[in-house]
């Protein structure tokens, strides 16, 4: 079963500064299939990214999403005050569907 | 518009059977390409894929291994529902539960997800 770590724990920025989120798998992602959500207190998670580059419906440009066998990156542009929240990265390659333990991103 | 409208109970007592219903609007249980699945969230275990249901000419369902022994998954295509049971709860089952749909065109990912029922098991 592959594991997933994410890093940092917390990330504290600024609106409009460029966010950088990590997640490392312990073995090699099947095609690459990796995604990442969103989630906000009180709110399931969102899907923002799958695959690991395209983003999904309706999701802003500003999020971005690179990464190839363990290594993977969510990149945020230029944060906006609504994308204050904690983002996880899930492996979507085989039906374990294995989340890592989140990054939260909070206004410094 | 899809959604996902969660039910059920909030409160468990150790020992008993958490159930919990989804019913779908926009979409359908017996759809060919996506599947139907739970997910929990706490704060000790993270967020955590527990089963899923399914239909591909016939029904299937899957479980993930930590709860394959309490859980059922079972669709109701009268209701257009599907519902989760995990029996012989204990304070551990504790946790936000949520429905997701898996979507078609796209590989296990969760793209619709229910509002999320708090579940504590307590006596």
């Known amino acids: 079963e592959i594991a997933l770590t994410q890093s940092p724990g917390t990330l504290s920025l600024s609106p409009g500064e460029r966010a950088t989120l990590s997640c490392r798998a312990s073995?090699?992602?099947?095609?690459?299939?990796l995604a990442w959500y969103q989630q906000k207190p009180g709110q399931a998670p969102r899907l923002l990214i799958y695959?690991?580059?395209t983003r999904a419906i309706g999701v802003p440009d500003r999020f971005s999403g690179s990464g190839s066998g363990t290594d993977f990156t969510l990149t945020i542009s230029r944060l906006e005050p609504e994308d204050f929240a904690v983002y996880y990265c899930q492996d979507h390659g085989d039906v374990l569907f294995t989340f890592g333990p989140g990054t939260k991103v909070e206004i410094k | 518009q899809i959604q996902l409208q969660q039910s059920g109970p909030g409160l468990v007592k150790p020992s008993q059977t958490l159930s919990l219903t989804c019913t779908i609007s926009?979409?359908?249980?017996?759809?060919?390409?996506?599947?139907w699945n739970w997910i929990r969230q706490s704060p000790s275990r993270g967020l955590e894929w527990l089963g899923r249901t399914y239909y591909r000419s016939k029904w299937y369902t899957n479980y993930a291994v930590s709860v394959r022994s309490r859980i059922t998954v079972n669709p109701d295509t009268s209701k257009n529902q599907f519902s989760l049971h995990l029996n012989s709860v204990t304070p551990e089952d504790t946790a936000v539960y949520y429905c997701a749909r898996d979507p078609p065109q796209v590989h296990s990912v969760f793209d619709i997800w229910g509002q999320g029922t708090v579940v504590t098991v307590s006596s």
């Open positions: 073995q090699t992602i099947n095609n690459n299939y």
């Open positions: 926009g979409d359908s249980v017996s759809s060919n390409t996506a599947t």
């Open positions: 695959g690991p580059s």
